[in-house]
């Protein structure tokens, strides 16, 4: 009975993201919950990735689709190991082989934003992953938060203003010994100090200009 529960949630779910979203950014859905993927190690990660591969270039279908469902599946694991930095490469060459990488991340970020802003079609879990998701998004670009494409994907997910839910958090808190935040105000927290710099720099332009 939980299960058929389970299942009708989650296709209750991705229905919502079709209508919200479009057929396109919901064809990916959400294969693989967090606490399952949290039990996968580096090994299981990268046959996880080599199977999606695999399944692309074969299909006679979107070769795209396959792929994308491996970049959700590796950021949206609790990335405490940096498992990211580990197992991205080979996904990256391919997504860049097809020049999709930045449409695929966009659709990812814009489904996950979807079913955080909509938390009444989706179970703790699944928001939960969806959270993680955008956590590592926001972590893995910070870096590169002066760069367009990650600028504006950092942009995107601050001017959402996501708030997590109670379950939701409570659901990481139980598995994880892990607090969820909202991850409009991580991206917040990332931008404000290229926007700070940015600002003042101008300022001193502007201060320079004067003087001339």
Do not use: C, W
């Not at 994308?68 to 949206?76: D, G, N, R, S, V």
């Not at 082989?97 to 489904?111: F, I, Q, T």
């Not at 997910?157 to 105000?185: D, W």
């Amino acid at each position: 009975m939980t299960s058929i529960k389970t299942a009708i949630k989650y296709s209750l779910g991705t229905f919502v993201l079709t209508l919200l979203l479009g057929a396109s950014i919901a064809q990916a859905g959400l294969l693989y919950p967090y606490n399952r993927l949290a039990l996968k190690d580096l090994d299981q990660m990268n046959a996880l990735i080599r199977d999606k591969i695999n399944e692309s270039r074969k299909t006679k279908g979107d070769q795209v689709i396959p792929l994308k469902e491996a970049l959700q599946a590796i950021y949206a694991r609790p990335n405490e190991d940096f498992m990211i930095e580990k197992v991205i490469s080979n996904l990256r060459n391919e997504l860049d082989e097809h020049d999709a990488y930045e449409e695929s991340m966009r659709a990812l970020v814009k489904e996950a934003i979807g079913a955080l802003n909509n938390p009444k079609a989706f179970g703790a879990v699944p928001q939960a992953t969806y959270a993680i998701f955008l956590e590592n998004i926001v972590a893995e670009f910070k870096p590169k938060a002066n760069e367009n494409f990650e600028r504006s994907v950092l942009e995107d997910i601050r001017k959402a203003k996501i708030s997590v839910t109670k379950a939701a958090e409570n659901e990481r808190r139980l598995r994880m010994m892990k607090g969820t935040p909202s991850p409009s105000e991580l991206a917040d927290q990332a931008l404000k100090p290229v926007e700070e710099l940015e600002k003042k720099k101008k300022e001193e332009a502007e201060k320079a200009a004067k003087e001339k």
